[in-house]
């Protein structure tokens, strides 16, 4: 037999339950949003999407399709647009491809995805529906921009009933986790009065009037103090404010400093190294690992300016980069000289840019492919070239990497060889023809260009660590 107590706790938590579940659906339907950054975050999300099915809530994933009829974007779109809501799993490989910085050809899905978010987010002026979440609380810094005011959760996935799913669960099911209580009557306090010259006799039960001025007093005199004190703590104060201003100034100048090594200096100082190893390796070429004839750049010369951007220390004016933080004297004798190579870099960037882009099949001399024929060899009578159905990719994807320094290409034996052992030959045939002679010295002069402008940017920038963390005791 239970208690009276307990009875009464049965019924209680009976009704506190009916409440809210009220207005919970039959099954919220969810989709998570997530790039493939490892096989273990796969299956983080994959266990986060079973849990959430096993709990009643509509969960999906890419992982549950292997090919849907209508295709990979379609299905993306109807997922998100059928969502009650988007679960978006944040990671460092998130973030960079949500914002389409990834490089070509990689992370095509949270490409399209962070598209279609933002478009959706764009025309609601809302946000009811796209989630962040995160499996580490250091990942809480790659929440893609536009969702960085939202709510987000950190999930632990080796104990995934926790405090934090509960939250995530309970909003995901329209559920509260604290119900508020009911407003209760409002409390009588008897006023106090300023003066005793106010009568504040009252029947008794009676409410007495508030807000009653109370009568004027005398004036009360002020006998002046000696001007020369006066001065003296006049001067004392004034003194007193100058250095505290000093001090404050000293302490701002300090967090700005940090913030610049940490938004500024050491970004554009990793970027410029790993831009610089792709141009001393030839591997800035892209679109020779396929069947396409034409060339483009892993990068886009707007790089360091979004980094730039990105820190809130500079603007664009009249598409030049301007460092708009002026007090601190350290940073107003580095920045012009940084900005200038910023400014070189992308200058001889685009240059190169419009001179590789533009390389097409009708740019390989008409003498090419029988000097290549010559330096093939006969076997049999024959050249292996004679009877390759697709010569014409392959010669295409011969001189364009021995034109601009790229490394090596897949293709035919006959074309990777030429390339791997014999590339001083053919660009010696090339260099026979005019045009393609002028082509591989004004990419040869840009491609050192940028090297040059990201070295010397890197040694800026070097200085400019140290000298900020000298000044500042960072």
Known sequence: MSTSGEQEFLKMYTNLNETQCDNVPNSPRVFISYSHDSNKHKENVFRLSEHLRREGVDCNIDQYETSPPKGWIQWMINQIEEADFVLIVCTENYEKRFKGKDEIGKGRGVKWEGAIITQELY???????????????????????????????????????????????????????????????????TPKYCSSSVSTQ??????????????????????????????????????????????????????????????????????????????????????????????????????FIRICEESNRFRLKDENLVFIYKRDEILNTNMPQIISHLENYREHFIALKTTI??????????????????????????????EDERKEEFLFKLYATV????????????????????????????????????????????????????????????????????????
Not at 215 to 241: A, C, D, V, Y
């Open 123 to 189: 025309y609601s002026e809302a946000n009811n529906k796209c989630i962040p979440i995160v499996f580490s609380p250091e990942d809480s810094e790659y929440i893609p921009s536009i969702l960085k005011s939202a709510t987000y959760y950190v999930l632990n996935m080796e104990e995934i009933n926790d405090e934090t799913y509960d939250e995530l669960y309970a909003r995901l099911t329209y559920q509260k986790l604290v119900i508020k209580p009911d407003i209760g009557e409002l409390r009588l306090i």
């Open 357 to 386: 882009e533009s390389l097409n099949i009708s740019n390989i001399p008409t003498s090419f492919e029988s000097d290549i024929a010559i330096l093939i060899g006969k076997e049999n009578g024959k050249s292996a070239l004679e």
């Open 202 to 303: 009252k029947e008794e039960g009676e409410i007495a009037e508030s807000n009653q001025k109370p009568m004027i007093g005398k004036l009360r005199k002020i006998i002046p103090e000696p001007q020369s004190s006066k001065i003296h703590e006049t001067f004392t104060s004034l003194s007193n404010e100058k250095i505290e201003n000093s001090e404050d100034e000293n302490h701002f100048k300090r967090e700005n400093a940090e913030k610049i090594i940490e938004k500024v200096v050491r970004p554009l100082r990793d970027y410029a190294k790993y831009i610089k190893l792709y141009f001393e390796n030839g591997d800035y070429i892209l679109n020779l690992e396929n069947k396409a004839i034409n060339l483009n750049l892993k990068f886009d010369g707007c790089e």
């Open 403 to 474: 034109i601009t320094g790229k490394g090596t290409f897949g293709g035919h034996v006959w074309a990777t060889t030429l390339k791997c052992k014999k590339s001083k030959e053919v660009l010696k045939i090339i260099k026979k023809d005019p045009y393609s002679n002028e082509t591989f010295t004004k990419i040869e002069y840009l491609k050192n260009k940028i090297i040059f402008n990201v070295t010397e940017l890197i040694n800026e920038l070097n200085e400019l660590d140290e000298e900020l963390q000298n000044a500042y005791c960072l």
